[in-house]
């Protein structure tokens, strides 16, 4: 009996040594299947125009790295802060998100991954965004604005040759639009009616040209928030000067409201316009209008005043208008390895390098990028960094900025307001602020 009972105890302790083991194989089968899965991870986009391109990018860095990558486009219409936002309250943060510097500002503390131990910090250093002393976000790339043109357009309808050095001042601006009125093109100018651009991208003028330094943007706003009647800056009267002169000259005079975006990339790259106050990333949209990367297409100044010394009438804004930020909270430690792996490959692979120029029409805010931009409006920022022809503010703001303040361009264009409420709407706007 004795002798049954050993054996029996000796068959029970082999069964559970057994299954033990068997446990800790599968244990680490299952750890091992879970750290060689490939590691997937998103990316929100708020430059519509290069989704296409972006997507081209994330197929090829999975190819090479076997990290997927999707690319979540942020909605027309959407503002990109409040897409942001949701998707974190719900809880379904991108793990990368390609923001606005203003963003960054307001997301940083809260959400961001440091970043300011990362390799690239030095390819990048005179355009990195800190916060209270850290780098929370990459530079994506360059990106600058003024008025672009259409010399071949220009000089069909003129019939002489044209030179966008000439146009440094309101008036030799007013002159050649009326030029080209009495030649036949009436209405030279396009003005989209797009809220972001009439609130951010116009508007802003009168920020980044205040001194042409981010640090002076900020002492124009600080003015405003403080109570500075916008009729008493200089550079506000200026910006409305020219778009009222603009608004004399627009193609859709007749109907400034509906005057789409999309329309105003198809008038300009046809040569039914002359100018359209945009910036280079525009291109891809004049592309699909039927413009030519060997065509004559570049910037002139978005003038402001009579003084062909004032830098701003020599130059044209540049920056790193966007930047990319990791999610601390949500993304997984091994999320956070690949996003930073997916910048490393735009900074530092020949590969990332290249399709970046090639596929999204952008130019990099790393210098170590060799590759030179293909389309006319990149090549004519990289010909203006290399002669200093670029102020490089790049204003803060929050970031209903755009929407309140484009709207209220929209009733300034649409002739619903006047110059004295689209003041008071600022002055307004930035008081609240405090």
Known sequence: MKSSIKFIAIVLAVMVLFCSCSKKSETATTNTTASTAKVSITLLNSKGEIQTGLEKIAAQFEKDKGIHVEVIACGAGEVPYTKVTTMYNSGNAPTLAILDPTDIVGLAKEYALDLSGEKWVSETDALNLTVDGKIYSFPFCVEGRGIIYNKSAIESVLGRSFDPKSINTYSSFKAILA??????????????????????HQLGYIYDAYDGTTAGSEVIINELKAGKNPLDVDRFNQFVDTIDLILEYNFAKADPLGADYDQGALELACGNVAFWPNGCWAWPNLVEGGADANGEFGFISFVLGDDPNDFA?????????????????????????????????????????????????????????????????????????????????????????????????????????????LASTLSQYWKAQN
């Open 179 to 200: 030029e080209l009125r009495s030649k036949g093109m009436e209405n030279p100018v396009f003005l989209a009616k797009e809220d972001w651009s009439l609130g951010a």
């Open 313 to 421: 009438n020599t130059s044209i804004q540049a920056s790193a208008s966007k930047q990319i930020m990791i999610d601390r909270i949500q993304a997984s430690a091994e999320q956070q390895e690949a996003a930073k792996e997916f910048i490393n490959y735009l900074v530092f692979d020949t590969t990332g390098q290249k399709m970046f120029v090639e596929e999204t029409a952008l130019i990099p805010a790393a210098k170590n990028n060799p590759n030179q931009p293909l389309d006319p409006l990149g090549k004519d920022i990289a010909e203006r960094t290399a002669s200093g022809k670029l102020y490089t503010s790049c204003f803060i703001a929050p970031s209903d900025h755009w929407s309140v303040m484009g709207a209220a361009m929209q009733k300034y264009i649409a002739g619903m307001s006047d110059k004295k409420e």
